[in-house]
């Protein structure tokens, strides 16, 4: 087998595994995983950005948040139906990440960091001051009879999981794809060497809008898709906790990997579950482990298996 | 997974082992004719799942509220427990964050098993974790004191019969205010939906008594500086009403003393401005001859009834409000009897629905949905309470106090007819 | 109140808030201009420094001036130890390496705060201040009479609060003497030029970056010590000096300290006197997105040289 098939098989396995879990794990889990898969999706996104093309946000949670209330929004006051909310969802993170783009790429390391987050605090007290429709910190729900798409309703354990995995099995798939394609080599390049992508005739600056933007409509998929499944959108949302999140997943998870974020989300979970389960000091065991995972797991989980096992890991 | 059940969970749990003890015990000995499965089935516990603000912004309300809960658990069993089961409380932390209470309340039902949930308070957790609960049919008692419950804007498997809500409280104190303090008001209010609805309300409340607000100055949240604001109070404001929370209300308090000095004009905040917070702490000084809200006196009143000592007695919290075993420990009286209320409540609606587990959950929604008057008693100690079951939100008597010699004297009681408003919804429409 | 006296007060209160986040700020600074790495932890030696400031001033007891001097003596040098100890622990295991650092960092900040909230509890505690008169300013205006002084309703401030400006100058003074006039400063930049060169002219790399770490942990828990009578101490206050010292840091200019100073002044005021012009989450909202700007448009920082 070659590597291009050895992938393909691992990403097709990866979702049939998933498909087949449902039927597997019990209700608990399995609603979990449905959690899991969208906050995968904006791992995924963050690790376009930062594992492949080396460009580290602090701002992610605007984007996420962009899809949520872009969805939100449009159910509450415009009565969308969930697929139109969805799409506006996507346009209004496809909008905010084409003008975070353009401004913050024209720094890059830290000030790209601390730009990203500045933009992102701006966008969360502006959800604030628009309390009147936004319920600032508050959220508001969307109920349940309005999470209908045609027959399938999203509210029962089995409409939320294959809704979740659908959206995530699109994800995975474009990611797979674009890691394989000239775009995602030029993204590597430049993540390697800007100076020598640049002199190899690369539009930089261009690659690097185009990933901001995927990587932002992305997680604005998973923040609709949270709202959706949920039933919620909150400003919450929107702060830099929840930007962090996403790097500390795909960190742990392995950065510049296919399923990096997906393992690293699935750890972090279960992570503070048990550990919460075990004692109320939970984010004792949690900050424990990762201080470990430092240590001993440099390049995150499924980069380790990269390292050790699977040279192959996309 | 029984192992994954009950291994981990002990710590937590180790508090209310005595109580339960005590109930299985009572349950067993006082049906000693039952036999076989009935008995084994009458003295399994009632799980009540208690979603906790143990870590984030809400760990000092969440520290008491858990304390109240352990309290009222501990009386239920000792009377014998629900239905001749003993209680057992499940608590897990949500971090005060929506996502995580939603995570919580999946766990309650379909790993745990409970069969209900209980006790959050935090509005933006009560909103992310509620439709869960809903699509879940599982039981959601909340202790928010938000008005999303009887805002319609919830399910009929979400309840709030144990406290108050806002709208009903500020609407109380507008009268007050407008005869006593003044008519032109100045409000200091978080730039949260929690602030805002301080705002909106208060606002329509004093215009109906002829006053007027004259400024609203909304703080954004996690500000830790506060003077800045405070010259957009306009000079002709006769009364600032304050409300703030978080852990900077301490600053917002003194800051405001600091800012007036020797010449203020009246001042009515709400205790959460100073929820767990010593008002005898240094800076506090000015606060002396003003005037609060407070949702249960936090000082043992002089007319003190047996029933408000009783619930400080079992909850652990001296005639100053703090804890008995260290009195700089200051409790959050005007939130946390929300809890031992509304597990009395869940008890005798429990009772009367003759619940026997999960599957008469719909009843006990029901059977709560029926209740209205509860007078003031050990079950209530806060005072009478009239639950309106259409609008799933209880009414009550709020409490009006001045700081006296350091300490808070209670100075006018609100009627409950005072905190009324018309239905928003009406949740027995809603199916199961 | 009209519009001169506000902005006075306004002013004044965002230099004390300046002079706290010089502070914490030029902790950060160091750290990240010597090591290069980003301590996401920085925000919670800030919040250690404010809880054993209480815990000091809560043992002694007797006059708050005993309690709160003890504190600016003990809260630094502890904070600085269990930083110089995380640093040996941790980071030099990992031999700062970003990314990890960035994990590593996360994992001291759930532990610190953990083991705070276990210890010293949920609640927000205030430190007594040693001395705290209000003072009230006057101000002018030429009416009828001509010239007159008067004392306008609210305009003041306490003495508390003027004493930390005083405090952070010195305090700042002195660590500008330090590196620049002594052998600690030389060898501190000797290794931030260059590490290498430095370990081959014998400096003790490892333990310079462990002092290094410890000092601007120590830094920033002298900062929590200043603000703590003003602001209380609370198990998640660290948040957003950790944000705001990492934005000052960026917008001074990398590596340059007086950079770091200059930004913490011009954020600090600025979100003092943007506030008496728009409404509070208005004014919140502008800050931030001038603060964004400015990077935009000078990606380097203020003080910072461009690098090719």
């Known amino acids: 087998m070659t590597d291009i098939q050895r992938s393909n098989w691992l990403h097709i396995g990866v979702v049939i595994a998933l498909a087949c879990s449902f039927f597997i794990l019990p209700e608990y889990h399995s609603g979990n995983l449905a959690r899991i898969l969208v906050l995968a999706v904006y791992a995924m996104g963050y690790n376009l950005l930062f594992g492949y093309t080396g460009l580290l946000s602090l701002g992610h949670a605007l984007f996420f948040a962009a899809g949520m209330y872009g969805l939100g929004l449009a159910m509450q006051f415009f009565d969308f139906n969930p697929i139109a909310a969805v799409i506006a969802g996507l346009i209004l993170a496809l909008v905010v990440s084409i003008c975070v783009g353009f401004l913050a790429l024209r720094t890059t390391g830290v000030a790209f960091m601390i730009v990203t987050l500045m933009f992102a605090q701006a966008g969360y007290l502006t959800i604030l001051y628009f309390g009147e429709y936004t319920r600032g910190d508050e959220g508001f729900v969307i109920q349940q009879a309005d999470r209908m798409v045609g027959m399938i309703d999203l509210t029962s354990p089995m409409g939320r999981f294959f809704t979740a995995l659908l959206l995530f099995a699109i994800c995975f798939f474009i990611i797979a794809y674009i890691v394989r394609s000239g775009f995602g080599l030029a993204l590597v390049a430049i993540r390697e060497n800007e100076e020598r992508a640049t002199m190899l005739g690369y539009d930089v600056m261009r690659l690097k809008l185009q990933a901001v933007v995927i990587s932002g409509v992305m997680s604005g998929s998973a923040g609709a898709a949270y709202a959706l499944l949920f039933g919620y959108a909150g400003a919450t949302f929107a702060t830099v906790q929840y930007s962090i999140f996403p790097l500390l997943w795909v960190l742990l998870g392995g950065a510049g990997v296919t399923i990096g974020p997906l393992i690293g989300t699935i750890f972090m979970f279960y992570l503070i579950d048990y550990s919460s389960a075990i004692t109320p000091a939970y984010m004792l065991i949690a900050g424990l482990a990762l201080v470990l995972l430092t240590l001993f797991a440099p390049q995150g989980l499924a980069g380790e298996l990269r390292r050790r096992f699977l040279p192959w890991l996309p | ?432 | 109140m009209e519009f001169g006296p506000h902005l006075i007060l306004a002013s004044l209160e965002g230099a004390v808030i300046a002079a706290v986040l010089a502070m914490t700020a030029m902790g950060l600074s160091i750290v990240f201009g010597i090591m290069r790495v980003v301590n996401v932890a920085h925000g919670e030696f800030f919040m250690l420094g404010a809880v054993i400031a209480w815990w000091v001033a809560h043992l002694l007891g007797g006059h708050p001036a005993v309690g709160f001097i003890a504190a600016l003596v003990f809260a630094p040098l502890l904070v600085a130890i269990i930083a110089a100890t995380a640093d040996r622990l941790v980071l030099q295991r990992i031999d700062y390496d970003p990314d990890r650092t960035i994990v590593g960092t996360i994992g001291l900040l759930y532990i610190i705060q953990q083991v705070t909230l276990m210890t010293f509890g949920p609640e927000a505690r205030p430190v007594e201040a040693p001395f705290n008169q209000r003072l009230a300013i006057p101000w002018f205006e030429f009416g009828e009479n001509g010239f007159e002084i008067y004392w306008p309703w609210g305009l003041s401030i306490t003495s508390y609060k003027l004493f930390i400006i005083v405090a952070a100058i010195a305090i700042l003074t002195a660590l500008w003497v330090l590196m620049t006039k002594t052998k600690i400063g030389l060898i501190m930049r000797a290794t931030q030029q260059d590490s290498e060169m430095a370990r081959a002219f014998g400096v003790p790399v490892k333990r310079v970056y462990a002092w290094v770490f410890g000092l601007g942990a120590g830094l920033a828990a002298m900062g929590a010590v200043l603000v703590v009578p003003v602001q209380q101490a609370h198990y998640l206050m660290g948040h957003d000096p950790l944000l705001l010292s990492f934005i000052v840091v960026i917008i001074g200019g990398l590596g340059s300290l007086p950079g770091t100073v200059i930004a913490a002044v011009l954020i600090g005021m600025s979100d003092g006197i943007i506030s008496v012009f728009f409404s509070p989450t208005l004014a919140k909202i502008l800050a931030t997105l001038l603060v964004a700007m400015v990077l935009v448009f000078r990606p380097q920082g203020l003080m910072g040289k461009l690098r090719s």
């Open chain 2, 1 to 432: 997974m029984t192992d994954k059940k009950k291994g981990p969970k002990l710590v937590s749990r180790r508090n209310t082992l005595k109580g339960i003890g005590a109930g299985a015990l009572l349950a067993t000995t006082g049906m000693p004719k039952m036999m076989g499965y009935a008995q084994a089935q009458t003295s399994e516990p009632i799980k009540i799942g208690f979603q906790v603000h143990r870590t984030g912004i809400g760990a000092a309300y969440g520290r008491w509220y858990d304390r109240t809960t352990q309290a009222a658990v501990k009386r239920i069993n000792d009377m014998g427990g629900i239905n001749g089961r003993p209680v057992e409380i499940v608590a897990e932390d949500d971090g005060t964050d929506p996502k995580r209470g939603a995570e919580v309340v999946e766990k309650f039902a379909s790993q745990h098993n409970c069969d209900i949930a209980f006790g959050t308070l935090f509005s933006h957790v009560v909103f992310g974790s509620a439709p869960r609960a809903g699509e879940l049919k599982l039981p959601y008692f909340v202790v928010s004191e938000g008005h999303h419950v009887a805002s319609g804007k919830l399910n009929r498997y979400t309840l709030q019969p144990g406290i108050t809500d806002v709208k009903s409280q500020v609407q109380a104190m507008a009268p007050f205010v407008g005869d006593n303090l003044g008519k032109k008001v100045t409000m200091i209010y978080p730039d949260f939906a929690f602030g805002h609805d301080h705002r909106d309300f208060f606002s329509e409340a004093i215009e109906r008594q002829g006053g007027q607000v004259v400024a609203k100055i909304a703080v954004p949240p996690a500000e830790t500086s506060f003077t800045k604001y405070f010259p957009k109070i306009p000079r002709d404001t006769e009364v600032v009403y304050h409300v703030m929370v978080g852990p900077a209300v301490l600053t917002f308090v003194k800051e405001l003393g600091e800012f007036f000095g020797p010449s203020r004009p009246e001042i009515f905040g709400f205790i959460d401005s100073l929820e767990a917070v010593d008002i005898n702490s240094p800076g506090l000084e000015f606060l002396e001859g003003t005037y609060f809200w407070e949702g249960m006196p936090r000082y043992a009143q002089a007319n003190q009834t047996s029933h408000d000592k009783l619930y400080r007695e079992a909850v652990g919290v001296d005639e100053n409000g703090a804890s008995t075993s260290d009195p700089k420990d200051v409790s959050t009286f005007a939130h946390m009897f929300g809890c031992w209320e509304t597990l009395n409540i869940v008890k005798k609606g429990m009772e009367s629905a003759g619940y026997k587990g999960p599957e008469d959950r719909a009843k006990l929604i029901e059977a709560v949905e029926a209740m209205s008057d509860m007078p003031m008693s050990d079950d209530h100690p806060q005072g009478a309470k009239r639950f309106n079951g259409k609008t799933h939100q209880t009414f009550g008597s709020q409490y009006i106090s001045k700081v006296t010699d350091g300490k808070l004297v209670v100075s006018h009681t609100t009627s409950i007819e005072d905190t009324l408003y018309e239905d928003e919804v009406d949740y027995t429409t809603q199916p199961f």
